[in-house]
């Protein structure tokens, strides 16, 4: 996904979070291939600089610089059960307010793909995995209250699908 970022952060590999969209943001004209293409809460990563054309930020007065971004894995607790590698569980909030917990970029129901399980910790009277995960979908009209929730597309890489019918040579 192209999106602009500020001249120091366009370097491949430049990790960074949205953490909120300012309303000065919403009513620039640069807005919708700028943060408008950007989810609060997630971790994205730098993968791709194109040519600058000289547009500036009209809350820093910055150049902005396009870029290709891929969203980066966010990193939480899961109970021990609901890690494992490839599994898509749905986040119920287990663990919330513990450090590493992930408080923010994820709600209790959406759904979330596990991609890597990094380790372990104890919060509470409880034993918790420290994973890598992607939000895969939005919570549901039920768990979130919403009235008219879609599902949203998944943030996730692609996986490789295998296939029902394969056969051994």
Known sequence: ???????????VGH???????????????LFPVCLGRLTPGRSYRVVELRPSMGQRCKITGGEMVPV???EAPLVGLLP???ALEGVVVTFEEECAGCEGCPSEGVKRGEKIK???????RRCG??????VEFYVVSQ?????????????????????RRLSKHSSPR
């Not at 596990?114 to 372990?120: D, T």
């Open 80 to 82: 021990i059960n609901k």
């Open 15 to 29: 990790r960074f979070r949205v953490v909120s969209i300012p309303d000065e943001c919403r009513e620039c004209r």
């Open 1 to 11: 996904m192209v999106t602009l970022v500020a001249n120091e952060q366009a370097e």
């Open 68 to 70: 290709v971004v891929e």
């Open 139 to 159: 919570p549901s009209p039920l768990v979130s209250n919403a009235s008219a929730a879609s599902p949203a597309p998944s943030r996730a890489p692609p996986s």
């Open 125 to 130: 009277n409880r034993d918790f995995a420290i």
């Open 114 to 120: 596990v991609v890597k399980v990094m380790g372990r």
